[in-house]
């Protein structure tokens, strides 16, 4: 089992930024994918950013490119996600995810093993 927290939410004005942190504990974060999605009210959960164990391979959804940053310190069992020039649009409960498999591109939620409670992040205008 591996729980995951998320941290960082909150409220900001366009054009702030904000860094989302997720802690692991559990079991072995090794060869862990690590992935963040957001939720809008009514709908399905989307990914935004995706890192693999090692960081080499990274993909973003195209509404956060060159905005958002996800990064991890496997040491600290933690990823993160840098959100800076939020905007409106971006408000959106806001969840970290592991996947224990190799995947390429953005996975779908579906393929996630292990999720965090969701944290909310609110941009205002």
């Known amino acids: 089992q591996l729980q995951l927290v998320e941290s960082g939410g909150g409220l900001v004005q366009a054009g702030n930024s904000l860094r989302l942190s997720c802690a692991a504990s559990?079991?072995?974060?090794?060869?862990?994918?690590m992935g963040w999605f957001r939720q809008f009210p009514g709908k399905e959960r989307t990914a935004v950013a995706r890192?693999?164990?090692?960081?080499?391979?990274?993909n973003y959804d195209d509404t956060v490119k060159g905005r958002f940053t996800i990064s991890r310190d496997n040491a600290e069992k933690t990823a993160y996600l840098q959100m800076d020039n939020l905007k409106p649009e971006d408000t959106a409960v806001y969840y970290c995810?592991?996947?224990?498999?190799?995947?390429?591109?953005?996975?779908?939620?579906?393929?996630?093993?292990?999720w965090g409670q969701g944290t909310q992040v609110t941009v205002s205008s």
């Open positions: 995810a592991a996947d224990l498999h190799k995947r390429e591109g953005l996975p779908a939620a579906m393929y996630y093993e292990y």
């Open positions: 890192i693999s164990w090692r960081g080499e391979d990274i």
């Open positions: 559990g079991r072995s974060f090794s060869g862990v994918a």
